[in-house]
């Protein structure tokens, strides 16, 4: 089993910053990419952001240059850096792990974390 812990949310004014931090954890063999999903109220949920172990990195235009993504391979880690906030940056924040492989040798899956709410105020 994988599961996937966030933390780092809260509230912060526009102009201001915020640093998301997600570890999966488990029965971890192998993981393709990381990455973080947002979904504001009445939206659906997009990518802002994406990095795979090899390093290549994949940003929505709305948050390119004031967010920046990276992730420690070897603690399973992705950290999210926002900077320059704004309103419309509000939403939860869901970290995602894509094609984990587990020990057990299962086919490749997706796991999701809970969720972490960012809210911007002006």
């Known amino acids: 089993q994988v599961q996937l812990v966030e933390s780092g949310g809260g509230l912060v004014q526009a102009g201001g910053s915020l640093r998301l931090s997600c570890t999966a954890s488990g029965s971890i063999f192998s993981i393709f990419a990381m990455g973080w999903y947002r979904q504001a109220p009445g939206k659906q949920r997009d990518v802002a952001a994406s990095?795979?172990?090899?390093?290549?990195?994949n940003y929505a235009d709305s948050v390119k240059g004031r967010f920046t993504i990276s992730m420690d391979n070897a603690k399973n880690t992705v950290v999210l850096q926002m900077n320059s906030l704004k309103p419309e940056d509000t939403a939860v924040y869901f970290c995602a792990a894509y094609d984990v492989v587990t020990i057990r040798g299962a086919n490749p899956d997706d796991y999701w974390g809970q969720g972490t709410q960012v809210t911007v105020v002006s």
């Open positions: 990095i795979t172990t090899g390093g290549i990195t």
